[in-house]
């Protein structure tokens, strides 16, 4: 304290608070924290109220807020909870940022990919929303276009069903989905193959299929898969017989086995795999053996 007042010097002011004289003296001669009077010496000197005002500033500068937002609260032009309330936004996007960073790491690293792929790994992971969602519908447009069995109209609607962002702290696994998902409906081979399958299967009962016959397909051809017994086996038509009745009609059988080219395909499997995964569900496990083996059957005994 200065010898003739209750005023501090620079450095009596740093011994007090555990600053450096350097700082306090920037904090000054920005206006941040203003000498009262000054010395026989020249000397820059502080009143009691300076040592909360630094206090203040240091704390605010720890949070991370810069000097011009920190003068504004000094000046009272904007309240503490105003500024606390923006800086805690600009937070939670710098904290979704990281996050989002360190997925597209991990899925790097997780790849081995070389530096372009990372590069169009980290522009994938950072579209809109509404870019991803084009992305899928472009898709889903081009396979269905010109389509109008309602059925198929319902499962293209599922096949665009995506979150409307990724999650503030998406997973490794996610992010990895979305990158998959997007090379995937980027594939000319994939687009045509379901495109030639939507268009040549025709009016049928895929959903009724889906809801029926899929249950019992995963149960019983399943079964029969992880046992080994051959589709066209006898045991092979007895476990058939338990999926689909012996007497179903030839028109449904040809229904049945144009359904099953679709759910036969890995590809398509995978997408509703990468779909469920995007929308934080637990993806199935892969089933397309069953099916497989249920389609042979039907051929072999039908």
């Not at 003739?4 to 350097?22: E, I, K, P």
């Not at 790994?121 to 109008?148: M, N, P, T, W, Y």
Request: proline share 4%.
């Amino acid at each position: 304290m200065h010898e003739d007042t209750d005023l501090f010097t620079v450095g009596q002011l740093a011994q007090r608070t555990g600053l450096s004289a350097r700082t306090i003296r920037f904090w000054s001669d920005i206006g941040a924290v203003s000498p009262v009077a000054r010395s026989a010496g020249g000397y820059r000197l502080f009143d009691a109220a300076a040592v909360e005002r630094i206090e203040l500033v240091h704390t605010l500068r720890q949070l991370g807020l810069d000097l011009p937002t920190v003068h504004r609260v000094l000046e009272q032009q904007a309240t503490l909870a105003e500024v606390a309330e923006t800086h805690v936004r600009a937070l939670d996007a710098q904290i979704r940022s990281l996050r989002l960073s360190r997925a597209v790491l991990s899925t790097v690293a997780k790849r081995g990919t070389s530096t372009q792929e990372m590069t169009l790994i980290h522009k994938l992971a950072q579209l809109s929303a509404r870019e991803r969602q084009q992305i899928i519908d472009g898709f889903v447009d081009r396979v269905f276009a010109g389509v109008e069995d309602e059925d198929a109209l319902v499962i293209a609607e599922f096949m665009r069903e995506l979150p409307a962002a990724l999650p503030d702290e998406p997973s490794v696994e996610q992010v990895d989905a979305w990158v998959e998902l997007a090379e995937l409906v980027c594939d000319e081979g994939f687009e045509q193959a379901l495109r030639h399958r939507v268009v040549n299967s025709g009016p049928d009962n895929r959903i009724e299929f889906g809801l029926n016959i899929r249950p019992l397909v995963i149960e019983h051809a399943g079964h029969a898969v992880t046992m080994g017994i051959a589709p066209d086996s006898e045991q092979g038509r007895i476990t058939l017989d338990r999926i689909v009745p012996a007497d179903l009609p030839a028109a449904e059988q040809v229904s049945l086995l144009a359904w099953l080219d679709t759910v036969t395909e890995p590809r398509i499997e995978r997408y509703w795999q990468l779909l469920n995964l995007i929308n934080g569900h637990t993806p199935e496990e892969p089933i397309v053996s069953a099916f497989r083996w249920f389609a042979d059957g039907l051929r072999a005994h039908r």
